[in-house]
């Protein structure tokens, strides 16, 4: 089987810079993505993490550690339309399978 | 093209009929996947289909039947669903194996069932 763990709400001001955590336990564990998803919308890929480190893409960064089970998602310079769901998930089952989390909502204040 | 297309977008049916969702990808992807999402919680794996054979079906209520008549295609058949059932269903695909890291998710289709 596999849990994830997120907290679930995050506030943060325009500008400023978010963490969102996520520790996992699954069974033959392939990577580690993450998603956003915004109200009444379709959840959209992020960033992906296979080997321990930090991805940069933009104003978005994500970490993995895989001997801890434990990632981040880092949003800098953050803006009102990040105001969003943010999902980790895993890929496990031999790769078929794709697993959430149980979400952060982030909310930015001007 | 990176489109993942569901229909309809919204669906309003009785617990007595019959209808079907449907998925279209053009993006060479080999896994297709149906997930239900409730208000404000993740999305919840239904079936999986890897080269067009289910390989993976999540103890979900035999009410809901997948299809996958060819690659690019993925049906969810509906049939005598309860109130319950009503959420967003979500359609997605990616590249199939291990390492593959991103799925591409259709905007779904928002269900209510009366």
């Known amino acids: 089987g596999q849990s994830l763990e997120q907290p679930s709400e995050v506030t943060a001001v325009e500008g400023a810079i978010v963490q969102i955590n996520c520790t996992y336990q699954t069974s033959g564990f392939y990577g580690l993505s993450w998603y956003q998803q915004h109200d009444g919308g379709a959840p959209t890929f992020l960033s992906y993490n296979a080997l321990d480190g930090l991805e940069e893409t933009g104003r978005f960064s994500s970490f993995l550690s895989r001997s801890d089970s434990y990632g981040y998602l880092l949003l800098q310079e953050l803006q009102m339309k990040d105001s969003a769901s943010y999902f980790c998930?895993?890929?496990?089952?031999?790769?078929?399978?794709?697993?959430f989390g149980p979400g952060t909502r982030l909310s930015v204040l001007p | 093209d990176t489109e993942v297309t569901q229909t309809p977008k919204h669906l309003v049916m009785g617990m007595t009929n019959k209808k079907s969702l449907k998925c279209e990808q053009h993006?060479?992807?080999?896994?297709m996947y149906w997930y239900k999402q409730k208000a404000k919680k993740p999305p919840e794996l239904m079936f999986v289909?890897?080269?067009?054979?289910?390989?993976i079906n999540e103890s979900v209520p035999s009410r809901f039947s997948p299809e996958c008549p060819n690659s690019s295609l993925l049906n969810l058949h509906l049939h005598a669903l309860q109130p319950e059932d009503s959420a967003l269903y979500l359609c997605?695909?990616?590249?199939?194996?291990?390492?593959?890291?991103?799925?591409?998710f259709g905007q779904g289709t928002r269900l209510t069932v009366v």
């Open positions: 993006m060479g992807h080999r896994a």
């Open positions: 998930a895993v890929r496990d089952n031999y790769g078929q399978n794709f697993v």
């Open positions: 997605a695909s990616s590249q199939d194996g291990a390492g593959m890291a991103e799925a591409f």
């Open positions: 289909y890897s080269y067009e054979k289910l390989s």
